[in-house]
Nanobody, 124 residues
Framework: QVQLVESGGGSVQPGGSLSLSCSAS????????MAWFRQAPGKEREGVAA????????RYAEFVKGRFAISLVNAQDTVYLRMNSLKPEDTAMYYC?????????????????WGQGTQVTVSS
């Protein structure tokens, strides 16, 4: 089992920045892949960014490339998402997810463990 707790959401104006963090606890091997997903009202949950704990390899959705950065501090079992140049369309509930292995790191079906989510609102 893995427990995930997100923090760091909030409200920001367009062009602003926010950082999210996700603390993992439990059996570490069950969180070899960690990722951030988001879900806006009326839309499906979509992958934002993912990272492999061992290699540090990352994957980003096209709509956040160059603006968001995912990182992981293994010693803290914490994954971060730094979000820059935020747009109103980035408004969503952001979820942290983890899994032992996944073929598509940005595919939601491959993740076994989910956090409760943290709200990000981008508005002027």
């Amino acid at each position: 089992q893995v427990q995930l707790v997100e923090s760091g959401g909030g409200s920001v104006q367009p062009g602003g920045s926010l950082s999210l963090s996700c603390s993992a606890s439990g059996y570490r091997a069950n969180s070899n892949y960690m990722a951030w997903f988001r879900q806006a009202p009326g839309k499906e949950r979509e992958g934002v960014a993912a990272i492999h704990r061992g290699s540090g390899a990352t994957r980003y959705a096209e709509f956040v490339k160059g603006r968001f950065a995912i990182s992981l501090v293994n010693a803290q079992d914490t994954v971060y998402l730094r979000m820059n140049s935020l747009k109103p369309e980035d408004t969503a509930m952001y979820y942290c997810a983890a899994t032992p292995w996944v073929e598509n790191p940005l595919g939601r079906d491959g993740y076994n463990y989910w956090g409760q989510g943290t709200q990000v609102t981008v508005s002027s």
